[in-house]
């Protein structure tokens, strides 16, 4: 389709009044967006801790306001100050705050021949994908159902939408795991982690950092799930000095 193009625009996530986040998206599921974003950034932890979601502006921009209990907004910000003081951006879950990612080990992994089926499912949905090649999808897939499937032109943001709606329905992620029509970046590891959901599963291969924080969530990753040339990295928690 020559000249086709697919929707972004500008959006700030504000939280109890002051703006905290800002980045672009696809103009579609802008509350889950924003509580999948909290979600990953520490602000909240499930649905209780969202009192509030509303979206405002037109064509051009968005503002997502949400309020939060006092308490995991505080968190919120304590987080990202000590990433600001400290330098340590994505590293600060594995190297300073590992418990904020880190869950019980589980031997517990999906069979891989339910993945072809679970992608012919995720795009299924991914009209937009397939005419243009511009979208990138994600999905939660329990059992061999998949729920929540996100799409949009980023590839972190198809993930917090996709997350996001989960928490908002009361979802238990960690019976779940991540689909991603995407590679697994160190970022959507983290992510990942922090939904705690059981594993995460890629039509592409992970990055050295997803392995890296993959290991100290004792998450596994999944790469070419839906080919024949799957392969899993089964992380192992990381020794204690």
């Known amino acids: 389709m020559k000249g086709a193009v697919v929707d972004e625009i500008p959006v700030t996530i504000s939280v109890n009044g002051q703006a905290v986040l ?32 509303a979206v405002h502006g037109g ?31 994505i590293l600060y879950y594995v190297e300073c705050s590992p418990e904020t990612i880190r869950r019980p080990w589980s031997a517990e992994l999906p069979d891989l021949s339910i993945f072809p089926e679970l992608y012919r499912h995720l795009f299924a949905a991914a009209d937009l994908h397939r005419e243009t090649g511009g979208m990138h999808s994600a999905a939660l897939a329990k059992g061999e159902s998949v729920l929540h499937v996100a799409h949009d032109v980023g ?10 709606q989960a928490v908002l329905a009361g979802l238990n992620l960690s019976e779940t795991g991540l689909l991603l029509s995407s ?6 590891a983290l992510k990942a982690a922090r939904a705690g959901v059981a594993w995460v599963a890629s039509r592409s291969i992970p990055s050295t950092l997803a392995l890296r924080i993959a290991r ?23 020794s204690v000095a």
Do not use: M
Request: aromatic fraction near 4%; hydrophobic fraction near 35%.
């Open 59 to 89: 064509e051009q921009a968005r503002s997502i306001v949400v309020e939060l209990p006092l308490p995991a907004a505080q968190a919120g910000e304590g987080e990202r100050r000590h990433r600001a003081q400290h330098g340590c951006g």
């Open 183 to 188: 590679r697994i970046s160190g970022e959507i």
């Open 155 to 164: 590839r972190h943001n198809a993930v917090d939408k996709s997350v996001g």
């Open 216 to 238: 100290f969530a004792n998450l596994p990753l999944i790469g070419r799930a839906p080919g024949k040339d799957a392969f899993v990295h089964e992380p192992t928690p990381p």
């Open 22 to 53: 800002q980045g672009t998206c696809s103009p579609d599921l802008l509350e889950a967006y924003a509580v999948g974003r909290l979600l990953a950034e520490g602000y909240i932890v499930d649905r209780d801790d969202v009192h509030a979601v």
